[in-house]
């Protein structure tokens, strides 16, 4: 009941404040909380505060995958709204980012709404705290800048917002059961390609994420805080973090969040409202909407709201008790507006130790040399950029230090590398990215524990204790190719994912392409098992093949090289059966029920927007009335399959006949320990005699660390490869690859054990309890099973986890494009 006069109150007193500005009530005809507001309606609601106030503008920093606005609002006084380009640049100058001297008095606080979109109580909270700061709260805008970006996920948001009032009966139905509290699959958390933009700050994999780092790297805002829900029983979540904390956050960073907090319980306290802090989210992982902004200098937040997909406009929880919309509402606007408070009033310490965080580069690291394919180095570049992260390059040189390889002190020798020194603006975050392992105070955390980038892209590296000297920067030079209309043909290399776009984009020119299984030398050139060779007589009824063939080439800066005969010195000629032509593969991929929105979203991203290979998503309730004879390829990404029989005898009969089946994580669940295939699951056998007594008597709480002797929570290790087979072109003999579960199969018996781990599976980074690494020996992480005239692939591993894994994807083009079925034809 205190909750509801609350608001009222502060809904009266602003009334009195404002002739031409609306509250969000007013604006939108309800009362905030009672109703879930559209985007477009709050688009609507900040657009009309930016057109009556001088206190706030407004702007659209760029549009979602189905092209709703993503926004944000600056909020301060007019007289700062005046100088606010100055006030930005002495943010970035005391960051260093800028060169100049600063002289900060301001505050700069970034308050992130509805980043999952089914959490969808913060957006409704962002009006009401606008409107709040603008009437009641104007003497701290004096010196604070207030920067609310109202939903960053307005995709998601409106699916929920959406689905939400279809569904909700009126008045709205409090028991759980009712259909508005039970979202259908996929839900509103994650975006258009149901990524987790929670997860994506630092891999930058998504449309949102992309266009926010810019808008975000232009203020590196003093406090940034992520509004979020958790479930309906839980009370109130807010800083200060829990424990793993990442080495590199300063006290100071820890001490603020204390400071927040406290004054957050302080209006608890009043309210009569429950919270906790220092348990379950972490700072570590460096892809959150907190740690992101904590590794640049901010004091990055999480506050977490009981509600989420489930809550609707009200909901009985466990104790009987009523969570409602305007509930929720009320404490979010609470934190937000306390966040402000102690901003304001802590200007100079803020300023002094934003200073400070990046002058003092306290890293064990102080250089990063990455060297390798150039297609990975330039992907990797891509991502810097994003960043803000600065580089060089240098030709031909050394460098000693940490190897990632063989983990041991060692000098790289290359021909062409990149360095990225941790005395820059953003080395901190450098450090967080690169560093061979994250210190982990506790296994118990959130998320996965390992991500270092070396290995993500998979590139050698080393990691120096002293910075690198010399090094110029060399921008990249466009490739471009010429005709030779009498080469028999033109080859091109296969061993990056930029080769596999190339390789699509000719595919549905309708250019054929073949690729060779062994080695070859032609011309006096070596080229690997895998070469695209695209031969003229392929091609002869296409008119302009040359032109098409090169225009494509170009467009995607690959190098042809025109081969002066078909008869090679050494290895198989272009007329070969080891050369073999790639089918344009129709695909399905299964989806809805049944797979994991994440790992559907993730094929469906990779396909669209990074191969650009078209592919027929097909809902696994449907598959009973596929004709599958119509597609080549059926990917089934991760999930709790339970398929009907039929579909599954007609899915192995598919294969029989020469279908191409990618299983991935989930998915292989349902093909191992049964009658026709060759997968078999790793089961420990429990522990006998003393061990049992022992783990019987392990006390109570103990168990929650226990527990973590069986845990991976992701994971890298060091893989060895079958480079040879065709799964594993481009390719060298290991491969890192990041394991999130212990699910763990066998080597296959009969079939291709492509990747997998030897007897003695080792963690090189992230945490890996000893029972989890007893299981994965000798284990399977990427095999081929051959069936009749078809094949299944079992990806043990998700190459497409959060897209961010550059170094896996050409696995999946491999087993798209490559592994064909025909191959095993003899
Ligand atoms: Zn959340």
Wanted: proline fraction near 4%.
């Amino acid at each position: 009941m205190r909750i509801k006069l609350a608001i009222l109150s502060f809904f009266i007193t602003s009334l009195s404040f404002s002739q031409t500005i609306k509250s969000p009530e007013e604006f939108l005809g309800y009362k905030i909380g009672t109703q879930f507001s559209r985007h477009a309606d709050v688009v609507a609601y900040f657009k009309h505060v930016a057109e009556n106030s001088e206190w706030v503008t407004y702007t659209e920093y760029g549009k979602t995958n189905e092209r709703r606005p993503l926004t944000y609002a600056i909020v301060t006084t007019p007289q700062n709204q005046n100088n606010i380009e100055n006030i930005r640049l002495n943010q970035l100058k005391n960051a260093g980012v800028e060169s100049g001297s600063a002289s900060p008095d301001k505050a700069i606080v970034w308050l992130s709404y509805n980043v999952h979109g089914n959490e969808a109580s913060s957006t409704e909270a962002s009006m009401v705290t606008l409107y709040e700061l603008i009437t009641n709260k104007k003497e701290w805008l004096e010196n604070t800048v207030v920067i609310i970006d109202p939903c960053i996920n307005p995709d998601g948001r409106d699916r929920y917002a959406n689905w939400y009032n279809k569904v909700k009966a009126t008045p709205y139905d409090t028991n759980p059961d009712a259909e508005e509290h039970n979202e259908p699959w996929p839900g509103g958390r994650a975006n258009h390609y149901l990524f987790d933009l929670n997860r994506d700050w630092a891999w930058a994999t998504q449309v949102e994420t992309r266009q926010r780092l810019k808008v975000y790297n232009s203020w590196m805002p003093h406090i940034h805080v992520d509004f979020h829900e958790q479930g309906i029983n839980e009370p109130y979540y807010f800083a200060p973090a829990a424990e793993p904390f990442h080495s590199i956050i300063t006290p100071f960073q820890r001490d603020f969040q204390t400071l927040i907090g406290k004054n957050h319980a302080k209006y608890f306290d009043q309210n009569g409202w429950l919270f906790f802090t220092r348990e379950r989210f972490d700072l570590l992982y460096p892809s959150y909407g907190d740690t992101y902004p904590t590794y640049t200098g901010s004091m990055g937040m999480t506050y977490e709201q009981a509600g989420g997909g489930s809550a609707g406009l009200g909901i009985k929880k466990s104790d009987g008790s009523i969570l409602t919309l305007v509930d929720r509402v009320a404490h979010h606007f609470t934190t937000g507006i306390s966040t402000v408070e102690m901003a304001s009033a802590n200007i100079e310490k803020l300023n002094t130790e934003f200073a400070k965080y990046f002058s003092a580069a306290n890293v064990k690291y102080k250089n990063f040399t990455l060297s390798g394919e150039k297609d990975h180095l330039q992907a990797l570049i891509n991502l810097l950029d994003v960043h803000g992260i600065q580089y060089t390059f240098s030709e031909s040189g050394k460098s000693t230090g940490y190897n990632y390889t063989t983990g041991k002190q060692e000098t790289l020798t290359y021909d062409e590398a990149i360095n990225i020194s941790t005395n820059q603006p953003k080395g901190k975050l450098v450090h967080v990215l690169f560093e061979p392992e994250a210190a982990l105070s506790t296994p118990l955390t959130y998320d996965i524990t390992a991500w270092s980038l070396p290995y993500a892209y998979g590139l050698n590296a080393v990691a120096n204790t002293k910075p690198a000297t010399g090094g110029t920067f060399k921008s990249k030079m466009p490739m471009l190719n010429t005709l030779s209309k009498t080469a028999p043909g033109y080859l091109s290399k296969w061993n990056s994912m930029t080769d596999a776009k190339f390789l699509s984009a000719l595919l549905q020119a309708a250019i054929k392409v073949r690729f060779s299984e062994r080695e070859f030398v032609i011309d006096d050139i070596t080229y690997s098992a895998g070469t695209l060779i695209i031969t003229r007589s392929d091609n002869n009824a296409l008119e302009n093949f040359d032109d098409v063939l090169i225009q494509i080439a170009n467009k995607f800066n690959r190098t042809l090289t025109p081969a002066s005969t078909s008869f090679a010195s050494s290895g198989p000629d272009f007329g070969s059966p080891y050369v073999k032509l790639i089918n344009k593969p129709r695909i399905a991929v299964f989806t809805g029920e049944q797979t994991s929105s994440l790992s559907y979203g993730a094929t469906w991203q990779f396909f669209e927007q990074q191969l650009e290979y078209p592919i027929t998503s097909i809902a696994v309730s449907e598959a009973d009335r596929v004709n599958w004879s119509d597609y080549d390829v059926l990917v089934m990404p991760n999930g709790r399959y339970k398929l009907s029989e039929n579909t599954l005898s007609q899915l192995k009969s598919w294969v029989r006949t020469g279908g191409n089946l990618i299983a991935v994580d989930g998915a292989l669940k349902l093909f191992a320990d049964t009658e026709d295939f060759n997968l078999k699951t790793v089961q420990l056998e429990s522990p006998k005699g003393k061990d049992s007594i022992t783990s019987k008597l392990i006390p109570y709480a103990d168990r929650e660390m226990d527990s973590s002797k069986s845990l991976i929570s992701g994971s890298i290790f060091k893989t060895d490869v079958d480079s040879t087979h065709p799964l594993a072109f481009g390719y060298e003999n290991t491969y890192y690859s990041l394991k999130i579960g212990d699910d763990a199969y066998s080597l296959l018996d009969e079939g291709y054990n492509v990747a997998y781990l030897n007897d003695n599976p080792q963690s090189t980074s992230g945490f890996a309890g000893n029972e989890a690494l007893n299981k994965l020996k000798n284990s399977l992480i990427f095999g081929v099973e051959p069936i009749g005239r078809g094949t299944i692939t079992y990806m043990v591993d998700d190459p497409l986890f959060r897209a961010f894994w550059e170094n896996g994807k050409l696995f999946f083009a491999n087993a798209l494009f490559i592994n064909n079925p025909n191959n095993y034809r003899k």
